[in-house]
């Protein structure tokens, strides 16, 4: 392997370099026999160096875990109301909370929003905000809790 000048040697597991048109940091490194690349997720060779030496403590400690694999909202949505059914809540409100939720997830589908992480407050508010135009801000509200409930 040829030596690359942008590749700094950070510990002794972890080399960084800057990766894409951003040129944005990237740890490379062996954990538990699994070859990894974490981004640093900065443009600052300065920063990157720092997080780089977080990250070498870190796996040296054997504190280092890899992220959870990302949540579909929809995966949420069914994990929730399988928790409801388990509480014995009524019927009535499991149907009333599947409609609420089916409403929410449309809207966020049509803004390319797939994942529990992505969802944010301006996504919830502006659902409300395009909600309140055609039903009452009683209605509005209610619907507000029930979400709000998902993410608690």
């Not at 944005?24 to 030496?53: C, I, P, Y």
Request: proline share 3%; glycine share 6%; aromatic share 10%.
């Amino acid at each position: 392997m040829t030596d690359d000048p942008n590749r700094l040697r950070v510990g002794d597991r972890i080399t960084v370099y800057p990766r894409g048109a951003k040129k944005t940091w990237t740890a490379d490194f062996w954990q538990d026999g699994v070859h990894r690349k974490v981004s640093l997720r900065t443009g600052n060779k300065k920063v990157a160096v720092e997080r780089a030496t977080k990250l070498a403590a870190d796996l040296t400690r054997g504190t280092y875990q890899t992220p959870p694999p990302a949540v579909t909202l929809r995966q949420a949505v069914d994990d929730y109301l399988t928790y409801l059914r388990t509480e014995d809540r009524a019927k009535k409100t499991l149907v009333k909370y599947r409609g609420v939720f089916d409403l929410f997830l449309a809207y966020l589908d049509r803004h390319r929003v797939t994942r529990l992480g992505q969802v944010t407050a301006g996504h919830f508010d502006r659902y409300r905000a395009e909600r309140k135009a055609s039903r009452h801000r009683k209605t509005v509200y209610c619907e507000g809790v029930i979400v709000k409930q998902l993410f608690k």
